[in-house]
């Protein structure tokens, strides 16, 4: 459980003269020699002096004042917050793999290649894509890479198209990624149901248009059953189709978006390949795509090369000419990405659609028993891998954030909230399949003692939550004035 | 399956729940998009735990052998001591297994850690704020570019030194060529090794990028690039790839750099075979609503008690959409807390031996080496822990030797990039080259050049 109480800032804590870790000093008549004192700066003033316990007291501290998955259901929509494998961690701690230093040369990491190659192998077939680069290191930088690719593809047919179609229930990485990559995003208006409308995708769709980025599932979490529909049109005018595939939990080992008639996906492998998301990250957002686009994937890429030919050397990174260049300093996220490679390993294909299977299981469990105790559920239809509510039918003045802070005094992670922007007071649930049928039913139980309180006894939701270190934190009052660290000066 | 709990009772309830029978009847889509119904994907076929475990031992043990190697490898990606304390903490799975904290009541850990760490950051780079990272070095310089265009409004061209590390150089040509910012570089003095800045040749400067240190460990002289700078009306964005340098060089803020940008791999990151890396940026109070990524600060809660939050959201892609400031959303966030965990560990006297360790062995290396007959030492500026070598040999010639013979990465053949210098090698020297392997660098070389 987590604790009610804050923690000191380190820079609050210990005192002159201590130190975590023992250093040597150095003769300074030596360092005068290798650094001329003009050069250098003064004492770190303001750095903590503590020793070794009081800096791991600190972070536990802090940890306890933190929800994971580990602690408890955290059924963020969009998020796909899956149980993170604990053998994936001790893979990504060999020093076979962290010591490996990326200047050195081909012959002495063949391991890592290797390693990268069969994993964009994996991903080909698992996406029906003809290609992937494992570089982008986020969802969002796999987004800006695969417009980018498209860029270049549009380029080197001597066109110029600069919008990009973007249904309003997007995520907003999509709008921004399109204006990074130098396109005009479009918005589309959806349906009610978070479909494109193709009304609007006909008018909209023009000589200029070059792409269309869609999410599917949507963020509504159901599928785009027009989605052939969709790349026909698209592709008819010469754009492409876009799959952001923060939601491809849905679809492992049960449908392709390759063979849906998309021409570029981005993954999230701190999605769909269980690798932790750390508080924000790092993450890794390898990118797919059909033959045409291969030319323009970034460098360096990872090819494989004869045996016979090339003696020892079996992979190599290559720089194709028509790349859209280097978008990061190495490869990639490398440790990430190899702990997407062990939970490939270990779930093979019928693992992977068992995944699928479990995860719309438990969403459409959510769903239907979620509306069953009165949560208004505007698509009562079967939905994928999350479902949707909003606080339509709760009593006024309870809104979905008093649903959500309520939660967390429960003791879970509450679901997205608020979010896709076209629904009002949506709550986006998303149970994943490592979750067990009791977890579900003791959340459901949960959700069901919130509607009760959301009646009897409103302040208890107006005021959640009650045992968190600090109570309802008031996020508008914090920008102003601003503190950003402790050497801000406050304006 | 071990990570999947439902049962065959929970699916019979679960699917009685819903009103359906089959698990198929679930996926709400035409069926000739089924692909398992038609062709299961050709993947390997699953592994237990124990024959993962044994197949990655394997693929490590590979790795083993280069990472046991006698190493001089630096150029942005820096060999440091990991303090154990950061290996044991970073694992708790209250930590590691969090998600982007925007619910603050159930995130003050992961919160106050990154409040932490801006606070680190801007107290190491003299600025007056750092956000809460960015994906790495390369793509911190590229936002910090974009940064630069939106605050000044009137310049058009980026001037960019040419020793600036190769890699950034290519990630900001990659963001930059779709969104009309002209690049030029800037050529480097064959003599120091620092940047030649010629004010009459940046009229219509946007902004000015240099390394601090640059990519040969030569020292910059920031206080030339501001004055430069000014003069021409351009930002000035300075890049330290090493960012223990930090610790113990004039932080770029003293000498009233507009953007910093950096790599903190060094503070806690190994390798890794270049990722995950660490981006830090941080910049001057009047420019914040400029910056890209995620800020928190710390306010209050309804009771008046201390709190950490993220602020300004109105510059980030969840709220702005396309007028964001950048589209980053997932970060380098469980990174930030272990450079967080380094710098603390560390401590301020720490923090100041250990850069003073790394100065003066790369100081006694650079000495040693200088003396070897066939060796020079092409630039005059001053260096912290990494530094170019000159030889008589071709630089891959020289390192495929050392490597051959000598089990010893000797460093990066510049020739990669700089084809006019053929036969330097950018090495490096940290706390983690004993004694003996300097020696036995030092008498490999002489012995190869001999």
Known sequence: ?491 | MRYIPVTSADREEMLKKIGIHFIDQLFDMPTDMLTHLSKPLNLPAPLPEMEVMALMEKFAKEGEIAASKTSFLGGGINRHYLPATISALISRGEFLTAYTPYQPEASQGTLQALYEFQTYIALLSGMDVANASLYDGATATAEAVLMAKRINKKGKTVYVSCALHPHYREVLRTYLQDVDIPIVELAFDAKTGKTILAPTMMNDALALVVGYPNYFGIIEDLKEAREVATKVGALLISVTTEALSLTILKPPGEFGVDIFVGEGQSFGLPPSFGGPLLGLIATKDAYVRNLPGRLIGRGKDKNGKDAFVIVIATREQHIKREKATSNICTNEALCATIAGMYLTAYGKTGLANLAKQNAVKAFRLREKLAKIPGVSIPFSGATFNEFVIRTKKSGAQLLRNLLAGRQIFGGINLSVHYHKNPKDILVSVTEMNTDEDMDKFVHALREILK
Not at chain 1, 36 to 57: H, N, T, Y
Not at chain 1, 90 to 112: D, I, R
Not at chain 1, 257 to 280: A, C, E, L, R, W
């Open chain 1, 1 to 491: 459980m987590i604790h009610s109480d804050t923690e000191k800032l380190i820079f609050e804590q210990g005192r002159a003269g201590r130190t975590g870790i023992d250093v040597e000093g150095v003769c300074l008549i030596e360092l005068d020699d290798a650094l001329s004192p003009e050069l250098r700066r003064g004492p770190l003033a303001g750095f903590p002096e503590v020793s070794e316990p009081e800096m791991v007291r600190h972070y536990t501290r802090l940890s306890q004042r933190n929800v994971g998955i580990d602690d408890t259901f955290y059924p963020l929509g969009s998020c796909t917050m899956k149980y993170n494998p604990r053998i994936n961690e001790a893979v990504a701690s060999m020093k076979g793999f962290t010591n490996l230093h990326p200047a050195m040369p081909q012959t002495e990491t063949q391991n890592a290649f290797r390693i990268l190659w069969e994993l964009e192998q994996m991903l080909n077939e698992i996406c029906g894509m003809d290609a992937f680069t494992l570089n982008p290191v986020a969802g969002a930088h796999g987004e800006l890479t695969g417009l980018k690719i498209i860029r270049a593809a549009i380029r080197a047919r001597g066109e110029k198209r600069d919008k990009v179609l973007i249904p309003t229930s997007a995520h907003g990485t999509n709008p921004a990624s399109a204006m990074l990559a130098g396109f005009t995003p479009v918005n589309i208006e959806v349906n009610p149901d978070g479909s494109v409308n193709l009304e609007a995708l006909e008018k909209a769709l023009d000589e200029n248009v070059a792409a269309m980025m869609i999410t599917n599932p949507s963020t509504l979490g159901l599928f785009e059953t027009n989605i052939k529909k969709i790349a026909d049109m698209l592709h008819a005018k010469g754009a492409f189709l876009y799959c952001d595939g923060a939601n491809l939990n849905a679809l492992v080992g049960i449908a392709r978006p390759g063979d849906m008639g998309f021409d570029v996906i981005q993954t999230n492998t701190h999605k769909t390949f269980s690798t932790p998301h750390g508080g924000g990250g790092p993450g890794a957002g390898p990118v797919g795509v059909k033959k045409e686009l291969v030319p323009f994937l970034p460098s360096p890429r990872i090819e494989k090369f004869d045996k016979e030919k090339f003696g020892k050397v079996l992979f190599v990174p290559v720089y194709d000419k028509q790349s859209i260049g280097r978008i990061h300093s190495y490869y990639g996220n490398f440790l990430v990405l190899l702990r997407a490679y062990c939970y490939l390993r270990t779930m093979g294909a019928r693992g992977l659609r068992e995944v699928a299977e479990a995860a719309v299981l438990n969403a459409n469990y959510l769903r239907v028993s979620l509306a069953e105790i009165g949560y208004r559920v505007p698509f009562n239809r079967m939905c994928m891998h999350e479902c949707l509510l909003t606080d339509e039918n709760m009593p006024s003045g309870i809104t979905t954030l008093d649903i959500a802070k309520r939660l967390i005094g429960k003791g879970y992670h509450p679901m997205t909230i608020y979010f896709p922007l076209t629904v009002h007071g949506a709550m986006l649930i998303e149970p994943t399949e490592t979750e067990t049928k009791e977890t579900l039913d003791e959340f459901i139980q949960a959700m069901k003692e919130i509607a009760e309180e959301a009646k009897a006894n409103p302040n208890l939701l107006h005021d959640a939550p009650h045992n968190t270190p600090v109570q309802r934190v008031d996020d508008v009052g914090a920008n102003r004035p601003l503190n950003l660290n402790l050497r801000w000066k406050q304006q």
